[in-house]
């Protein structure tokens, strides 16, 4: 271990980058501050009785889970009184959230996804906090929501948590990839996984097979490709994984290679693909390419695309980049 603490690599990272600000980093802070928190009530598991599903939906339409609406509002709490934002949406609510009044806004926009893959929680799987910061466009006025509608490739920082076996927080700023690893009796993340580098090669995918009959055609030429294994063209064995978890498995490509598809099927067509542009495809999106990753969605590079609403879907093939550029080739074809 490094001994290099989360906090004290954001501060080295801003004294490097001309551009980073005071704000951003204590902004950061704040961030790494609520996943602490959210990581604790995760891992209290159902001591605290807060594993079960509420009567409502929300605005995607799903049935929510009371720690998704605890940890939204532990997000919120944790970032809306510092004065370093100007905005903030999540998964969890329909409109932008508007800051109070009487708390300063900043000159970022922040969007996160709370708690990504809760229908994972009360079976003791992996679950993870997402999330995205941007500029606001019009520095710290209230912003409105077109401001929250820019390409990933705007993104100043990406990142996620996950609550695993151990509770990591990974990052980028545009600089590489870093994870850090949460001690829990010091309540300090670590330095343990620099430079986070995704093998260009892999012999693992993932993905939902339970809807491959809705599949595009290049979507089920790869996948069978792979599962005919030694024998087919591919001329070797693959593995396969789903966790369900997408922060998992975004985990799992940095570590040791692999690619994660949630491809366009013929039953989210009319919603555009499963997965959100804004809090979930473009923050990992951002992570997986500078790890030297790819990130499509079969036909166009995910952080080129310009966002129309807030909680707009889109299809999602990243990961090694051999293996992602394999699959969009099929689907030029
Ligand atoms: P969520 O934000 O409602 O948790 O949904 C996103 C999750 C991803 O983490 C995961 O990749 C996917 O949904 C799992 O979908 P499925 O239930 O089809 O396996
Ligand atoms: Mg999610």
Same mark, same amino acid.
């Given at each position: #271990?490094?001994?290099?603490?989360?906090?004290?690599?954001?501060?080295?990272?801003?004294?490097?980058?001309?551009?980073?600000?005071?704000?951003?980093?204590?902004?950061?802070?704040?961030?790494?501050?609520?996943?602490?928190? +959210?990581?604790?009530?995760?891992?209290?598991?159902?001591?605290?009785?807060?594993?079960?599903?509420?009567?409502?939906?929300?605005?995607?339409?799903?049935?929510? %889970?009371?720690?998704?609406? +605890?940890?939204?509002?532990?997000?919120?709490?944790?970032?809306?009184?510092?004065?370093?934002?100007?905005? #903030?949406?999540?998964?969890? #609510?329909?409109?932008?959230?508007?800051?109070?009044?009487?708390?300063?806004?900043? %000159?970022?926009?922040?969007?996160?996804?709370? &708690?990504?893959?809760?229908?994972?929680?009360?079976?003791?799987?992996?679950?993870?906090? +997402?999330?995205?910061?941007?500029?606001?466009?019009?520095?710290?006025?209230?912003?409105?929501?077109?401001?929250?509608?820019?390409?990933?490739?705007?993104?100043?920082?990406?990142?996620?948590?996950?609550?695993?076996?151990?509770?990591?927080?990974?990052?980028?700023?545009?600089?590489?990839?870093?994870?850090?690893?949460?001690?829990? /009796?010091?309540?300090?993340?670590?330095?343990?996984?620099?430079?986070?580098?995704?093998?260009?090669?892999?012999?693992?995918?993932?993905?939902?097979?339970?809807?491959?009959?809705?599949?595009?055609?290049?979507?089920?030429?790869?996948?069978?490709?792979?599962?005919?294994?030694?024998?087919?063209?591919?001329?070797?064995?693959?593995?396969?994984?789903?966790?369900?978890? #997408?922060?998992?498995?975004?985990?799992?490509?940095?570590?040791?290679?692999?690619?994660?598809?949630?491809?366009?099927?013929?039953?989210?067509?009319?919603?555009?693909?499963?997965?959100?542009?804004?809090?979930?495809?473009?923050?990992?999106?951002?992570?997986?390419?500078?790890?030297?990753?790819?990130?499509?969605?079969?036909?166009?590079?995910? &952080?080129?695309?310009?966002?129309?609403?807030?909680?707009?879907?889109?299809?999602?093939?990243?990961?090694? %980049?051999? /293996?992602? /550029?394999? +699959?969009?080739?099929?689907?030029?074809?």
């Amino acid at each position: #271990m490094s001994g290099l603490t989360l906090t004290q690599f954001i501060i080295e990272e801003q004294r490097q980058h001309a551009q980073a600000t005071e704000d951003f980093t204590l902004l950061l802070n704040d961030v790494v501050s609520a996943c602490k928190r +959210i990581a604790n009530q995760v891992n209290k598991g159902a001591l605290l009785g807060t594993m079960g599903s509420l009567e409502s939906e929300n605005v995607q339409g799903e049935v929510q %889970k009371q720690l998704d609406v +605890i940890t939204n509002d532990v997000f919120i709490s944790s970032l809306e009184w510092s004065g370093r934002l100007a905005g #903030m949406a999540s998964e969890e #609510m329909e409109d932008p959230y508007a800051i109070p009044s009487h708390y300063p806004l900043g %000159k970022h926009l922040i969007l996160f996804d709370p &708690l990504d893959g809760s229908s994972n929680v009360n079976i003791n799987i992996s679950v993870g906090t +997402i999330f995205s910061i941007l500029r606001a466009p019009a520095g710290a006025t209230r912003p409105a929501l077109q401001d929250f509608l820019q390409p990933g490739t705007q993104q100043v920082c990406a990142g996620y948590a996950l609550y695993g076996s151990s509770t990591m927080f990974v990052l980028t700023t545009g600089h590489g990839v870093n994870g850090f690893t949460l001690d829990r /009796e010091i309540g300090e993340f670590y330095l343990t996984h620099p430079n986070m580098q995704i093998p260009a090669d892999t012999h693992e995918f993932a993905v939902n097979t339970s809807n491959q009959r809705h599949w595009e055609a290049p979507v089920q030429r790869y996948v069978r490709e792979c599962l005919q294994g030694k024998e087919g063209l591919r001329g070797r064995d693959f593995n396969m994984r789903w966790v369900a978890s #997408m922060v998992a498995e975004i985990h799992r490509i940095l570590v040791r290679g692999g690619v994660f598809m949630y491809p366009l099927d013929s039953k989210l067509k009319d919603q555009g693909g499963k997965l959100r542009l804004l809090y979930e495809a473009n923050p990992m999106s951002f992570i997986v390419e500078q790890a030297g990753g790819v990130s499509s969605t079969g036909y166009h590079r995910i &952080l080129g695309l310009q966002p129309e609403a807030l909680h707009q879907r889109v299809p999602v093939i990243l990961g090694s %980049k051999n /293996e992602v /550029e394999r +699959i969009v080739s099929y689907h030029s074809e």
